[in-house]
């Protein structure tokens, strides 16, 4: 195992532990192969891809810091800045934007008072515009904490959504 320091390690055990079962996937000089899962992993216990992060798992797996960094800015999954409790991404690519998906979008900023890219005040939504999410025929779909899916997303469905998530808050 390539972990860093315990001193120095950012993850539980048992989120190394699940980055160990990525890695097994792959031949012992192929681990970058699971950089992508790792950032998920990561993400998902700390919320964020800070450059800690991005040391951390470069250690971890055995890559340059610049390789996992080149990772997780190119996809618009990971929050290399920190975001609200629940990020919510509103395709708005065309297919969906000529289904509403660019006014639920407008209904979401309106409602939460923010912009895409910005996060509420008490910290709990983050609202950003997502590149395809392969439902198009389910339009407006969203994608919370890239992974629940929500399709056909009008008005009463997105304030339905919203007291949801702020009940699970």
């Given at each position: 195992?390539?972990?860093?320091?315990?001193?120095?390690?950012?993850l539980?055990?048992?989120?190394?532990?699940?980055?160990?079962?990525?890695?097994?996937?792959?031949?012992?000089?192929?681990?970058?192969?699971?950089?992508m899962?790792?950032?998920?992993?990561?993400?998902?216990?700390?919320?964020?891809?800070?450059?800690?992060?991005?040391?951390d798992?470069?250690?971890?797996?055995?890559?340059?810091?610049?390789?996992?960094?080149?990772?997780?800015?190119?996809?618009?999954?990971y929050?290399?800045?920190?975001?609200?409790?629940?990020?919510?991404?509103?395709?708005?690519?065309?297919?969906?934007?000529?289904?509403?998906?660019?006014?639920?979008?407008?209904?979401?900023?309106?409602?939460?008072g923010?912009?895409?890219?910005?996060?509420?005040?008490?910290?709990?939504?983050?609202?950003?515009?997502?590149?395809?999410l392969?439902?198009?025929?389910?339009?407006?779909?969203?994608?919370?904490?890239n992974?629940?899916?929500?399709?056909?997303?009008n008005s009463?469905?997105?304030?339905?959504?919203?007291?949801?998530?702020?009940?699970?808050?």
């Amino acid at each position: 195992m390539n972990a860093p320091e315990r001193a120095h390690r950012l993850l539980s055990d048992e989120a190394y532990g699940r980055i160990d079962r990525e890695l097994a996937k792959y031949p012992a000089d192929q681990r970058q192969s699971a950089v992508m899962a790792a950032l998920a992993i990561a993400q998902d216990e700390l919320h964020v891809v800070s450059p800690d992060v991005i040391r951390d798992v470069a250690a971890y797996i055995g890559m340059p810091p610049i390789a996992v960094h080149e990772v997780a800015t190119f996809y618009n999954m990971y929050n290399t800045r920190p975001v609200g409790k629940f990020k919510i991404a509103v395709c708005t690519c065309l297919p969906c934007a000529l289904r509403d998906g660019a006014k639920a979008g407008e209904y979401l900023k309106s409602r939460l008072g923010i912009d895409y890219g910005e996060t509420t005040a008490d910290g709990l939504f983050t609202l950003v515009e997502s590149e395809c999410l392969g439902s198009c025929g389910d339009s407006p779909v969203m994608l919370v904490n890239n992974k629940e899916m929500h399709s056909f997303m009008n008005s009463e469905r997105m304030d339905a959504l919203l007291e949801q998530l702020k009940a699970r808050s």
